[in-house]
Nanobody, 119 residues
Framework: QVQLVESGGGLVQAGGALRLSCAAS????????MGWFRQAPGKEREFVAS????????RYADSVKGRFTISRDNAKNTVYLRMNSLKPEDTAVYYC????????????WGQGTQVTVSS
């Protein structure tokens, strides 16, 4: 059974930083691209960042480029999202997701972790 468990969310002031973690189990982690998505109240879930299975390629939403960094540790089956210079508009539930190398959609999702940025 595949499980993705996010942690590291919380309340932070604008300009602050947080690091989210997502621990994966039940899958061959190094065979999956990993991604972070977020959903703010009343809005649709949106893409934040992704990283290829060996970490050689990363992508970011324009809204977080230069502030967020995605990374992974295949030895620990964990993906991270370092978030710097946080803004109130970054407030959302953050989800990690996994996509196998042969898939076109994100097949597995975590339960989410709340990030709240106060102004």
């Amino acid at each position: 059974q595949v499980q993705l468990v996010e942690s590291g969310g919380g309340l932070v002031q604008a300009g602050g930083a947080l690091r989210l973690s997502c621990a994966a189990s039940g899958l061959t982690f190094s065979s999956y691209a990993m991604g972070w998505f977020r959903q703010a109240p009343g809005k649709e879930r949106e893409f934040v960042a992704s990283i290829s299975w060996y970490g050689s390629s990363t992508r970011y939403a324009d809204s977080v480029k230069g502030r967020f960094t995605i990374s992974r540790d295949n030895a620990k089956n964990t993906v991270y999202l370092r978030m710097n210079s946080l803004k109130p508009e970054d407030t959302a539930v953050y989800y990690c997701a996994a996509k196998s190398t042969v898939a076109t959609t994100w097949g597995y999702w975590g339960q989410g972790t709340q990030v709240t940025v106060s102004s």
